[in-house]
Every structure is written in C-alpha cells, then in structure tokens.
C-alpha cells in the first residue's frame, strides 16, 4: 500500500512537472524524479518518454549524479523509449538523440550531440560545431562513466563497457569497450 501511495505521488509529481516545464511528454507509468531536471533554451524542441520509464530512478553502486536532460538549440529533439531506466544520466541536445526501448544507462554516462565549440577557432568563448543525431537501439545497456559522442549509433542488444568513449557506427549485438571504444565481442539475444 506504502509503495502504491508513493508511486502515485511520484506519477502525480511528474504529470505537474511535464505541465510546468511544457514541450515534455511522458507516456502512461513512466516517472521523472525529483531530483531530475529538464531544461530547454527554446521551447520549439522537446522531450518524449515512452511508457513505463524511469528517469533519474536512484544512485548506482554508491555513485550519485542527477540525470539532466538540455535541450541546448531550436528544434532540438530527445526521444526515450518504453521500459527505460536512466540513473544519473547527462544529455546534452542541440538536434537529435534517440534511446530505444527496453535499454539501461547508468550513472555518470554523458550523451552529446555536438562537441561545444568549433575545433578550429581562434575564439574559444564563441561559437558551437555542427551537431550530428545519436541513435541508441533498442535493449541497450552502457555501463558507468561512459561518454557517446555526436554521431554515433548504436544497434539493438549491444552493451558499452564501464568507461567507454563511443564515437561512430556499432551493429546490433555489439559488446563495446575501451577508449576509444571498440567492438571486443557479441551478444547472444535470448
């Protein structure tokens, strides 16, 4: 009964948050916790969580980081499956970042679609590069302290080691490590 009431509660808390904050939809049982937050420069972009996730659940293996989401740009777009769990998770969006259904992302991995600043400039307090999409397939599982850099994707029941740097294009049932990453085995889908 005790778990019925604060899930109630913590669904009640989300609903109002969604309302406050605008352009964030969150489908049936998926909960954002308090002490997650969402952010957007403009309010043209959005956030869009499939049913029965949980962002920003709880600490994992004793390490705490909030899970943030930023939409950084004008029309900039992140899309969250059903089924999620993301533990102290930092997106970072000035386009697109997708995270499929059924995946998990620990604590203290970092998702950006662009780099922040130009590589070649002679003023580094201006200016941004050019972002590129990041696509997480479905079943996914990145392990703590990993970083997915702007244009990578990720294919189905694929799993990136604790500590990964992942930049690039990774086939479905890839078991990713290292830095930078890099394809050490497969996965065998049940």
């Given amino acids: ?15 109002i948050y969604c309302k406050l904050k605008g352009h964030i939809t969150v489908s049936s049982r998926s909960i954002i916790y308090p002490t997650s937050r969402i952010s957007m420069k403009d309010k043209t972009g959005g956030v869009s969580v499939g049913s029965n996730s949980n962002i ?6 004793g390490h705490y980081y909030p899970t943030k ?7 900039a777009k992140v899309i969250i499956g059903s089924n999620v769990n993301l533990n102290g998770v930092n997106i970072s969006c000035c386009k697109f970042i997708s995270i499929g259904n ?10 950006l679609d662009y780099n ?36 990578t994707s990720i294919g189905d029941n694929s799993v990136v080691g604790a500590g990964s740097i992942v930049k690039g294009q990774y086939p479905p049932n890839s ?16």
């Fill in 56 to 61: 920003g659940r709880r600490t994992v293996l």
């Fill in 175 to 190: 078991i990713i490590c290292g830095n930078p990453a890099k394809i050490v085995g497969v996965t065998k889908a049940n």
């Fill in 116 to 151: 922040g600043h130009i590589v070649n400039s002679s003023d580094r307090t201006v200016g941004r590069d050019c972002p590129k999409c990041i696509i997480i397939g479905n079943n996914v599982w990145i392990g703590i302290n990993s970083i997915i850099l702007k244009g």
């Fill in 102 to 111: 059924n995946c998990r992302i620990a604590s203290g991995v970092v998702i």
């Fill in 69 to 75: 989401i930023r939409l950084e740009a004008k029309d």
């Fill in 1 to 15: 009964m005790i778990l019925a009431i604060y899930k109630f509660i913590l669904r009640l808390y989300t609903i």
